[in-house]
């Protein structure tokens, strides 16, 4: 067979023919959307939904930041500031701070209040970060969760949030967003399961889930 040459089933040809027709129709008829800003702002970019990969999402946005230059900080808001998952070990790899200010899953928690005086402190740790505007990215891991238990004020949130540094991202993952916060929100993307290899009773795997 030589180099370019297709050999798969019929199935596969006809799916190939479809979309090569679709996509030449999409190129003829491509054209540039009008009115996009052309320079860099900071963005307010949300992950959430209930499927798996929000935070994956974030320390991916991470990598390419830190690719580019940009000075990243993460504040995780379950895991506690002991925690050694594999995205941690990336981490100190690369030399990018993080802090760990949760006590893990809320639903495992023994002390509800100390999990909520927790989050107010890890918010308070994160303003400060925001305020000062030393960083290009700051991510808000699994965030959404302090906002919709009350546990961290919206209002407070939301002027944080809009007096940043107009260069400064914000990411911010988890459950459930308030629609306040996506209304917010520069770009929102919600995550939703169709498949998860749980349901089939295959339990989390090292470097996929931890």
Known sequence: MSAGEINTDEATLKRREAAMRELQEARDNHTKQEGITKGRRGLVIVNTGNGKGKTTAALGLMMRAHGRGLKTLLFQFLKHENAKFGEHRTLDALGLPYEGLGDGFTWRS???????EMAAH?????????????YDLIVLDEFTY????????????????????????????????LPELIELADTVSEIQPIKHAYSAGIGAQVGVEY
Request: net charge negative; glycine share 10%; no cysteine.
């Open 122 to 134: 890890g918010w308070a740790l994160a303003k400060q970060a925001i305020e000062a505007g030393e």
């Open 110 to 116: 023994r002390d509800l209040e100390n999990s909520a």
């Open 146 to 177: 302090p906002l919709t238990y009350g546990w961290v004020s919206w209002a407070e949130v939301e002027a944080t949030l809009r007096a940043r540094n107009p260069l400064m991202h914000v990411v911010i993952t988890g459950r459930g967003a």
